[in-house]
């Protein structure tokens, strides 16, 4: 055996599906290979075109593209292309797809004589193939044929029940009761006048009356739920499905000029569903142990990567991690108070960051607090509150989602406190804001209760931010630490990789991009007096206030895309069982998604420009 050929022997056997294969068919296999040096932005294969040649990538990088451009996928060495067209009817050898080299490439060939005889004596050979080949056709016809995601953006004009039983808030709980069973409904929508006041459903059955045993004489306003939410007849249901599992309710009402047109429940769009992120939450809201949630965090961020594959939708795909962390943590909040008791006073879990914008990527780690009521007592009721934190803390760390780094977590003693002291510590950060105050601003400011006395937690975050509102001195530091970390630009445009260590050759899309955005975003909201928490919203609210229109809406463009090229590549590395970062390579982007790139970071190079003639910018010690 020449060395050439043991050395492609050596590498075919490190890879599938030649790594099963005796040594001596597979050095008979590297024989009839001959092996091509690629140049970049070579063409290897054009959609249409005769392919008869199996093409496996020794180095370099290929990508594959259907008929339009559209990019489908991106091959790296020890993959193959070119297969396709060799499984096929002989008569028909055209490749359905364009290959193109993004990256100088050495690639062996293998012709389709040497091919059939390897695929006859080893079937598993051509089985690989042919799942390969099946996949990529999946991934071209996807998001066009994939049912589930066309009923997510169904709107709910399609799905709702649109003649809802209802009766008056003076029927008697025993009436209303018997209508449902009659009618075969899980909800009543309660109505005067054919104005809506509420709602009843069969979880208020089980859990308001036969719970409780109440009197069902009584009239069924008793157990109405009225604090209502409502959505319309084009709300998407996918953004239906969302508020459910966020308020962990299972009924809208769908109303059309203030006027009841029809109802939708949980199951309604479940029968419509088979596998779907969403319903994830249910799962975690049966977990009847701490232990029973080991890695579910990490099975969440598994579905969620499936779902940015299918979709490539990152602000749903945002919502559902958070939603999907949110549904662990109340969980394991319900876990605790069943283990320790129901809390000594009214408390609030806070969720902060990511997590608190409800803009969680695939590597998002743990920032929450506590806020406790006013007549909470160290003495009394510090131990505990210390122990539940530590425990729904460290659930939430045998999930899978990881301590904080920086110690902003509910465990810290700093981060549970009063909400008397909350408010004097957000204005003590806005009144005489330093390095250390910042750090704590930029994070608080994304203070989202999801757990526990709602409107305690939501009340000390709207004076925060009133007081913010006022405060000329935190505006100048905060635009000096949006200002802070330029995107990797040269001053022609090119992009600026780093030089040497783990991520040599690539650039951080959070450090270098997002960053900026997220930073700018809250400046903007709290300038302008806007209590909301999520990016979009704040510079949504915030424009033709603190930012102008066009500058929000150019920012919330470039944040949207620098998202989906973050949940891309973090669902990729969690496919090859990697620790997803933000660390992209530029090279392994299509030419239209470096465009794209070059673009967002120019958007948020302008705005951070813009910051200085608004704000006098602070150095940050």
């Not at 063409?43 to 990538?57: K, Q, S, W, Y």
């Not at 934190?389 to 904080?404: F, I, K, N, P």
């Amino acid at each position: 055996m020449s060395v050439e050929v043991e050395e492609v022997t050596g590498f075919l056997a490190e890879h599938e599906p030649f790594s099963h294969v005796p040594a001596d068919d597979l050095a008979a296999i590297a024989a009839s290979m001959t092996m091509r040096y690629i140049r970049r932005g070579t063409t290897m294969v054009h959609a249409g075109e005769r392919n008869d040649v199996l093409h496996v990538i020794r180095s370099g990088a290929m990508d594959v593209m259907d008929a339009e451009g559209g990019l489908l996928d991106r091959r790296e060495p020890g993959l193959s292309f070119g297969y396709s067209t060799l499984l096929a009817d002989p008569g028909v050898p055209e490749s359905r797809y364009t290959i193109v080299a993004v990256e100088d490439s050495l690639v062996l060939e293998l012709p389709r004589e040497s091919f059939q005889r390897a695929i006859a004596a080893h079937p598993d050979i051509e089985r690989f193939y042919s799942l390969q080949s099946r996949q990529i056709r999946s991934a071209a016809q996807e998001l066009a044929e994939d049912a589930s995601t066309g009923v997510l953006r169904t709107p709910l004009r399609d799905v709702m029940i649109t003649s809802p039983q209802a009766t008056s808030p003076n029927t008697s709980i025993a009436a209303a009761a018997r209508q449902m069973r009659e009618k075969v409904v899980s909800s009543l929508l309660i109505t005067d006048d054919d104005d809506l006041r509420g709602i009843v459903t069969d979880r208020d059955m089980t859990g308001r009356v036969v719970a409780e045993s109440l009197d069902t004489a009584l009239p069924v306003s008793e157990v109405m739920t009225t604090d209502l939410r409502t959505v319309t007849p084009e709300t998407l249901a996918f953004e239906a499905m969302l508020i459910m599992a966020e308020l962990n309710i299972h009924h809208l009402p769908v109303l059309e000029a203030d006027k009841v047109v029809g109802v939708v429940a949980g199951a309604d769009i479940a029968r419509l569903l088979r596998v779907n992120p969403v319903y994830l939450t249910a799962d975690f809201s049966r977990r009847t142990s701490r232990e029973g949630l080991r890695n579910a965090y990490r099975d969440a961020c598994a579905v969620i990567a499936r779902f940015i594959d299918r979709s490539g939708n990152s602000a749903e795909s945002a919502q559902m991690m958070t939603i999907a962390a949110d549904s662990i943590a109340r969980r394991l909040l319900e876990l605790a108070e069943e283990k320790f008791g129901p809390a000594p006073v009214p408390y609030a879990f806070v969720v902060l960051g990511s997590q608190g914008r409800r803009e969680m990527g695939l590597s998002s780690d743990q920032d929450n607090a506590m806020v406790l009521s006013n007549d909470y007592d160290p003495d009394q009721h510090g131990e505990y509150f210390e122990a539940l934190a530590r425990w729904v803390c460290e659930g939430l760390a045998e999930a899978g989602q990881a301590w904080c780094p920086g110690d902003m977590m509910a465990t810290n003693p700093q981060w549970r406190q009063t909400a008397r002291d909350w408010e004097d510590t957000f204005h003590t950060w806005i009144t005489a804001p330093d390095a250390d105050a910042l750090l704590h601003a930029q994070t608080f400011f994304d203070f989202r209760p999801i757990y526990g006395d709602m409107q305690l937690a939501d009340a000390v975050h709207r004076t925060a931010v009133h007081m913010g509102g006022d405060s000329k001195r935190l505006h100048a530091h905060l635009a000096s630490l949006a200002a802070r970390r330029e995107p990797p630009l040269t001053f022609f445009k090119g992009l600026v990789v780093e030089r040497s260590g783990d991520y040599a050759r690539t650039l951080n899309i959070k450090t270098g991009g997002t960053y900026g955005i997220v930073q700018m975003a809250r400046l903007y909201a709290i300038a302008a007096g806007v209590d909301a928490v999520d990016t979009v919203t704040r510079l949504e609210q915030a424009a033709g206030n603190s930012v102008s229109r066009e500058g929000a809406r150019n920012l919330a463009d470039a944040f949207y895309f620098l998202r989906t090229l973050t949940l891309r590549h973090q669902a990729r590395q969690l496919r090859h069982d990697e620790d997803p970062d933000y660390h992209v390579d530029p090279k392994r982007l299509s030419k239209m998604d470096r465009e794209h790139l070059r673009d967002s970071f120019q958007v948020i190079k302008r705005m951070q420009s813009a910051l200085g003639n608004k704000y006098p910018l602070r150095s940050i010690s």
